[in-house]
């Protein structure tokens, strides 16, 4: 920041408008979160938002679910157990009958094999979701902790402005008095102030609204919260790797191996399906026992039940997951093309957001300290007015927001490259 003794002459002094201004300022920067305490960084606000119990009651319950899918098809059908009684009309001609049987379906066409296979490959398509969904919920923690810090800064630079404007109007009522500036100079400044606080109060507000919904992300988020009043981080992004590095590893995507895995698991059950030919039957053996009046006896009872595949073949069944297949193999191959093209994309737009900021940085930051150089000398000589003054300083302002609101863009872009890209290796 410029120092204002060179294009006044003056050291500020206090006066009852500045110090009611100052006052203001003062209470505004009370408002927002203190700077005191320890800063939330973004690893502390990941592990406390991913480690809630909620998060992780619904990671477990997915995970049950498709374990139980694998137990129901590594079981055998349970046996049966069957009684009958034959009991004549005429007891005296003709015996008692009991018969026992126990039966058991089994299966030789393998069958029971792929569906357990089908249920191991639908277990790792619900792990690979998990992780997908997770790495959203992780983007959206992200962006809200990003989107604070983003406003964190701005604010700052607006507190920075408006305390700066403040000192120099200081400095105009006192020379206004001696009739070295015009009442003009002085009122234009006012007003300057003036604009500077509304703005100070619109980036409060947008500030507080980010830290509620930085609250709304877990339980005990405004708790945790509260005791850190700020985050601190680097607003700027590092460099992605490059892009051939994520475009070879595409198939790693969460995304797209949970695809993958319930395209696998599918065709499995259509191959279980298709196996109609080898009916399963059910065998039966048991013992069958005859009282009569005259004698009794026991025998052995075998039985076998084997289901004729005559009206019906499983069409049905082997219909409907063929269509299926077709369905999750049409939508794998569109979620490739689209996430290889977001890919593409938001690589191109991260790396030319970088070199923006750099350019910014460099280029940018130089060529606004020489315009505020000019505008204090210019000023202090007789050559321009305070509105030229005003604008100057206005733009070292705007300056310093476009380049925190260029990071910005950089860090969401990244943010969401990284949330594409889950489950790829570096």
Not at 82 to 109: C, H, T, V
Request: charged content about 20%.
């Amino acid at each position: 920041m410029i120092s204002t003794k060179p294009l006044l002459f003056l050291k500020p002094i206090n006066n009852r408008l500045y110090s009611a201004l100052w006052l203001l300022s003062t209470t505004l920067l009370l408002a927002l979160p203190s700077h005191a305490k320890s800063p939330l960084t973004e690893s502390e606000l990941l592990e406390q938002v991913m480690q809630q119990v909620s998060v992780q009651d619904w990671v477990n319950g997915r995970l049950d679910e498709a374990q139980s899918d694998i137990m129901a098809a590594s079981h055998w059908e349970n046996p049966t157990f069957s009684y009958a009684m034959d009991l004549p009309g005429k007891r005296d001609q003709n015996a008692f009958e009991n018969s026992y049987m126990l039966s058991q379906q089994i299966d030789l066409s393998g069958r029971r094999g792929l569906r357990q296979s089908a249920a191991q490959q639908n277990l790792q398509a619900v792990e690979a979701g998990i992780e997908s969904r997770l790495a959203a919920f992780q983007a959206q923690t992200r962006q809200r902790f990003f989107e604070v810090l983003h406003l964190q800064h701005r604010v700052d630079v607006v507190n920075a402005w408006s305390r700066h404007l403040n000192e120099l109007q200081a400095i105009l009522q006192k020379r206004e008095r001696a009739g070295d500036v015009s009442g003009y100079d002085l009122k234009r400044m006012q007003r300057e102030c003036a604009t500077a606080m509304t703005r100070q109060q619109t980036e409060t507000a947008a500030l507080q609204q980010s830290w509620e919904k930085l609250f709304a992300l877990w339980p005990d988020g405004a708790k945790v919260l509260s005791a850190t009043h700020t985050v601190s981080g680097e607003l700027l992004p590092e460099a992605p790797l490059p892009l051939e590095n994520y475009l070879n590893q595409l198939q790693q995507t969460a995304a797209l191996r949970r695809l993958a895995k319930q395209q696998s698991a599918l065709n499995m059950n259509a191959q279980a399906a298709q196996r109609w030919q080898i009916p399963q039957f059910k065998v039966g053996v048991g013992a069958k026992t005859f009282d009569a009046t005259t004698y009794s006896d026991t025998g052995v009872l075998v039985n076998i039940e084997v289901p004729l595949p005559l009206w019906s073949q499983n069409n049905a069944e082997r219909l409907r997951l063929q269509a299926q297949t077709q369905q999750a193999d049409s939508e794998y191959q569109w979620a490739y093309q689209q996430t290889q093209g977001e890919i593409k994309g938001l690589w191109l737009s991260l790396n030319g957001l970088l070199q923006a900021a750099a350019n910014i940085e460099h280029r940018g930051q130089a060529l606004s300290d020489g315009l505020t150089t000019i505008a204090v000398s210019s000023y202090r000589g007789g050559e321009i007015g305070i509105l030229e003054l005003l604008d100057a300083y206005r733009e070292r302002q705007a300056f310093k927001l476009e380049r925190l609101d260029l990071a910005y863009k950089a860090r969401l872009a990244r943010i969401e490259l990284d949330r594409l890209t889950a489950g790829m290796t570096p």
